[in-house]
């Protein structure tokens, strides 16, 4: 079991903190708290929301004890003391680099001190973990990226990115599933749909999967797109 801190994060939920690091393992034992959590205390418990190394965990305060849940949250802790990685399917994410899908490709190469061809290579080579979705409804957050190519966030936000941008910042990586304020560097776009209400399960990522991007054409892309369902 890894360190913990308890706290209110207002009337409605407890925040619980593991040491605040970008870590596989301690991400991992976040996401076997949360689920033990939910299944353990059903609807006592609304949700728990997993960061990169916390879970928020939401309650009725007018049907729950605090002081008695945060209790339990001790006790469950407790109970996971180790967490075998999970290695679920790797999901696949199709790009078109470079050009008008990817508007700042040239300016991570710059970061990089090398050529588009190195960040698409570099940022095609890794396979990321999903450590938390959140942000908009079906954002994840993937890490950890090739130092050589994690620049940061830009100086300037834009007003509006295109769904299905991919794009860098720092160690992290994501896809933009809608259009949305943002400050990452667009490298390039995918045709998948990251979050869809209407599918049984509406987000295409959940904490611990994994994901691979892979660069395609623009025949390849537009034949995708053209099918793309929101």
Not at 197 to 214: I, K, N, S
Request: with cysteine; glycine share 10%; hydrophobic share 45%.
């Amino acid at each position: 079991m890894p360190p913990i801190q308890i706290a209110a994060a207002g009337d409605a939920a407890l925040l619980v903190s593991v040491p605040q690091v970008i870590d596989v393992q301690l991400n991992a034992w976040c996401v076997a708290f949360g689920e033990e959590i939910t299944q353990r205390y059903g609807a006592a418990v609304r949700d728990a929301v997993v960061g990169y190394a916390s879970v928020t965990v939401y309650f009725d305060p007018l049907l729950v004890d605090p002081a008695w849940l945060e209790r339990e949250l001790y006790d469950v802790a407790a109970a996971i003391p180790v967490v075998a990685l999970r290695s679920g399917p790797i999901v696949d994410v199709p790009v078109l680099y470079g050009g008008e899908m990817g508007p700042d490709i040239e300016d991570v190469a710059r970061f990089g001190g090398c050529g588009a061809a190195d960040v698409i290579a570099w940022h095609t080579a890794v396979t990321y973990r999903v450590y938390l979705v959140g942000f908009v409804p079906g954002f994840a957050y993937l890490a950890t990226v090739d130092p050589r190519i994690a620049a940061p966030r830009r100086a300037t936000p834009r007003v509006a990115v295109p769904s299905g941008s991919v794009a860098i910042a720092g160690g992290q990586t994501g896809i933009y599933p809608d259009v949305t304020p943002g400050g990452w560097n667009i490298i390039g776009r995918t045709p998948l749909v990251p979050f869809d209400p209407a599918r049984p399960t509406p987000c295409a990522f959940m904490p611990g999967d994994q994901v691979r991007f892979r660069s395609v054409d623009a025949t390849e892309f537009a034949a995708a797109w053209s099918e793309r369902v929101r």
